[in-house]
């Protein structure tokens, strides 16, 4: 899987590849939202990888119907996953979409870049309502052996609020 990639040292994945992965990745998520379905738990450890360097989504234990609605109400059982997780994912009733997933995608491949996971969304949120520096440092300029437009939108899709990141994993 993708953490133990991120763990080995040893195994450290080439910028293209790391685009290639990120690509195919999104073909699977467009994929699961178009059958109207949230994943709900992309991470590192949910992407497989194949021998021949093929990704492979994986855990759909906690994948909602619906992923198109506007709102919805969420059963009290929640799942989060600190790092990954969206700060909508934190709180029955919280507006879930496909942006919940493009946000947990993109924290994952920041992990995968960075060596780090990101930090926690609840964190996060709670700078931004106190109007501090966001605790998140963007990828774009610290990693140039990366093209700068690639590691925009990643930070684009981990914006804390989801009105301000990529909607979908088409538009993305």
């Given at each position: 899987d993708l953490l133990g990639v991120i763990n080995d040292e040893r195994e450290d994945l080439e910028p293209d590849q790391v685009k290639e992965i990120l690509i195919k990745v999104l073909d699977a998520v467009d994929l699961?939202?178009?059958?109207?379905?949230?994943?709900?738990?992309?991470?590192?450890?949910?992407?497989?990888?194949?021998?021949?360097?093929t990704p492979v989504l994986i855990d759909f234990g906690a994948a909602r119907e619906e992923a198109s609605q506007q709102t919805r109400a969420i059963s009290a059982v929640l799942i989060v996953k600190d790092g990954y997780s969206p700060q909508e994912f934190y709180f029955a009733g919280g507006k879930q979409g496909p942006s919940s997933d493009i946000y947990a995608l993109g924290a994952t491949f920041y992990h995968l870049i960075s060596g780090e996971a990101p930090p926690n969304s609840q964190t996060r949120m709670a700078e931004f309502a106190s109007k501090n520096p966001d605790?998140?440092?963007?990828?774009?300029?610290?990693?140039?052996?990366?093209?700068?437009?690639?590691?925009?939108?990643?930070?684009?899709?981990?914006?804390i609020l989801p009105r301000e990141r990529i909607q979908t994993a088409a538009a993305w």
């Amino acid at each position: 899987d993708l953490l133990g990639v991120i763990n080995d040292e040893r195994e450290d994945l080439e910028p293209d590849q790391v685009k290639e992965i990120l690509i195919k990745v999104l073909d699977a998520v467009d994929l699961v939202h178009q059958n109207d379905l949230l994943h709900r738990d992309i991470s590192p450890d949910n992407i497989l990888l194949d021998k021949w360097g093929t990704p492979v989504l994986i855990d759909f234990g906690a994948a909602r119907e619906e992923a198109s609605q506007q709102t919805r109400a969420i059963s009290a059982v929640l799942i989060v996953k600190d790092g990954y997780s969206p700060q909508e994912f934190y709180f029955a009733g919280g507006k879930q979409g496909p942006s919940s997933d493009i946000y947990a995608l993109g924290a994952t491949f920041y992990h995968l870049i960075s060596g780090e996971a990101p930090p926690n969304s609840q964190t996060r949120m709670a700078e931004f309502a106190s109007k501090n520096p966001d605790p998140c440092e963007p990828l774009a300029g610290r990693f140039p052996e990366y093209d700068m437009t690639f590691l925009k939108t990643i930070d684009k899709s981990m914006e804390i609020l989801p009105r301000e990141r990529i909607q979908t994993a088409a538009a993305w």
